[in-house]
């Protein structure tokens, strides 16, 4: 009886030993068999969705900036085209084949990458309009990394804990995209850009994220992409700030009550804004 129940310690022991020893990997594979299926990725331009206008429209050339004319039974309606506008049903799921890229693509977390979401965020999105698909090339991401975190310490002084409208500028003035519209946190806005092809970057309070793969929390301040979102309603994103953050699923509310701008030292007062990179003009 004695030798029975020192085999069977003896066993419990040798299988704790190795489930402690593999805790990493089993949890990895835990946690890909419970995450939710999601549709299949649309790489750009094929997923770039199109304007349905429920009247004609016509493009005229004028000294102003882009309007867009719709000609009704006798007169002609003007009103800013808005490039974030998709008429008609939205689709029920979507899923943009957005490289993924953490913002420790050698897995150095020491700096500039522990303050390279921003930086790591953009060049996803920058990525998906050039075609890339799956996982960003490592050691290209890190090369863009760097350059950006060298283009904002010239132009701004810093690189870290930029604002939305400071991303926006160097995505502009760097990268040269045309158009980058940043606007108030609004979901339905969100779903019209992941419908015509446009992912999202959000500004947020990386503590209010309350993801579990977060070092001490998370950080104050963070960014990610939002790439595309399920039937139920819950966001697929990338988030830089993980080794496991790729087609990461965020809820509605977790999303909603995060999103913020920077603000120095009290992150949660900033505004709920998002960022919307445009494709380049061909």
């Not at 283009?151 to 995505?171: H, I, L, S």
């Not at 509605?252 to 992150?267: E, S």
């Amino acid at each position: 009886m004695k030798r029975f129940a020192t085999i069977v310690v003896l066993i419990v022991l040798v299988l704790g030993g190795g489930a402690y020893a593999y805790r990493a990997p089993l949890r990895d594979w835990w946690e890909i068999r419970n995450r939710p299926s999601i549709p299949s990725a649309r790489a750009f331009p094929d997923a770039a969705g199109q304007r349905r206008p429920s009247e004609p429209e016509v493009i005229i050339d004028t000294p102003m900036a882009s309007q867009t004319y719709r000609i009704t039974e006798s007169k002609v309606d003007v009103r800013p085209a808005d490039p974030l506008a998709f008429e008609g049903k939205l689709p029920d799921e979507i899923n943009l084949d957005v490289p993924f890229l953490s913002q420790a693509p050698l897995q150095d977390w020491n700096y500039p990458y522990q303050e390279a979401c921003e930086e790591a965020s953009v060049s996803m999105v920058d990525g998906y309009y050039q075609g890339m698909r799956g996982k960003y090339d490592v050691n290209k991401g890190k090369t863009m990394i760097d350059n950006l975190v060298a283009y904002q310490k010239k132009v701004f002084g810093y690189y870290e804990d930029t604002t939305a409208a400071e991303v926006a500028q160097f995505v502009k003035d760097y990268l040269g995209y045309d158009r980058v519209e940043v606007r108030p946190y609004d979901e339905s806005v969100i779903k019209q850009s992941l419908a015509l092809g446009y992912p999202v970057i959000l500004p947020a309070s990386g503590r209010e994220l309350k993801n579990p793969n977060f070092r001490n929390g998370g950080p104050p301040y963070h960014m990610l992409v939002i790439k595309g979102y399920l039937k139920d309603g819950r966001w697929i994103t990338h988030d830089p700030g993980t080794r496991k953050g790729a087609d990461y699923i965020y809820t509605k509310a977790t999303l909603a009550d995060a999103a913020h701008d920077y603000v120095a030292g009290n992150v949660t007062s900033g505004k709920k804004l998002m960022i919307v990179v445009l494709p380049k003009s061909r």
